[in-house]
């Protein structure tokens, strides 16, 4: 019988290359995190070519092949259903993409880190946790319903609420992998804008979590300039970049 040239991955495997990622943990947490959703139930898959992998969800694919000629059968794998949205880190995969198929949107963003030590938060702290009471008291529902959700689960949500009971800003910072947690929402009322008060914010909610996980990340659009000079004022460095395609 002919070997496939790409292979679905058994639990085994897909933890042998968990053990891989893991030498470089950083750079490699999002692929980990990805993976480790893949052990459990769910509607995520795991496919291997002759070195590297791809991660397969409904019609979204983390592709991370290692030579070309892989990257090749990956792509006749993927693109046999469209329309479909790739994940990518390396510029050679996006030129390949864009030189193979022509009609495609393409978007970029980038992964900060941050560590204790190179934290540049505020000292002063005028953010605290906040409840689901808190925000149903406010007077104006400026917000995303997500926060909502969040604080329904028992969530640790950070917020400034002044005196006239109207929520300024808050944020939401979720734990992937162990030791690191991501910073998955930051919202600031759209009139209070440009007054610090995100700043106020992450230095109470990062300071937090750095009692318990090693790295704060986010995933920002490189078109963000604004929040991404916001995270390095904060002592956020890059690690790399994520490309995200949708091919019709």
């Not at 030498?23 to 052990?39: G, T, V």
């Not at 941050?114 to 505020?122: P, S, T």
């Not at 609420?161 to 939401?172: F, P, V």
Request: net charge positive; charged share 25%; aromatic share 14%.
């Amino acid at each position: 019988m002919m070997k496939l040239a790409v292979n679905k991955l058994n639990n085994k495997k897909i933890t042998g290359i968990l053990k891989e990622l893991k030498k470089d943990f950083l750079k490699n947490y999002d692929l980990i995190w990805l993976l480790e959703q893949s052990l459990g139930p769910g509607n995520w898959e795991v496919y291997g070519g002759e070195k590297g992998f791809l991660i397969k969800r409904n019609n979204i694919c983390w592709v991370n092949p290692l030579t070309g000629g892989e990257l090749d059968e990956f792509y006749k794998f993927i693109t046999k259903d469209l329309p479909v949205h790739i994940h990518c880190y390396q510029n050679w995969i996006c030129q390949y993409l864009e030189e193979k198929h022509y009609r495609l949107s393409k978007g970029e963003n980038i992964y900060l880190y941050c560590q204790r030590e190179n934290f540049k938060g505020r000292k002063k702290r005028i953010s605290s946790i906040i409840t689901y009471e808190d925000v149903q008291k406010c007077k104006e529902k400026w917000y995303s319903p997500e926060i909502l959700d969040f604080l329904k689960q028992n969530q640790k949500v950070y917020g400034i609420i002044n005196g006239e009971n109207l929520l300024l800003g808050w944020c939401y910072i979720d734990s992937l992998t162990k030791g690191v947690a991501e910073i998955y929402r930051i919202e600031i009322h759209p009139m209070n804008r440009r007054r610090g008060y995100a700043i106020d914010i992450l230095s109470s909610a990062i300071e937090d979590i750095f009692n318990y996980e090693n790295y704060v990340v986010i995933n920002i659009d490189s078109n963000n300039i604004e929040g991404i000079n916001l995270f390095q004022k904060l002592g956020f460095k890059e690690i790399q970049r994520e490309y995200r395609y949708l091919l019709k």
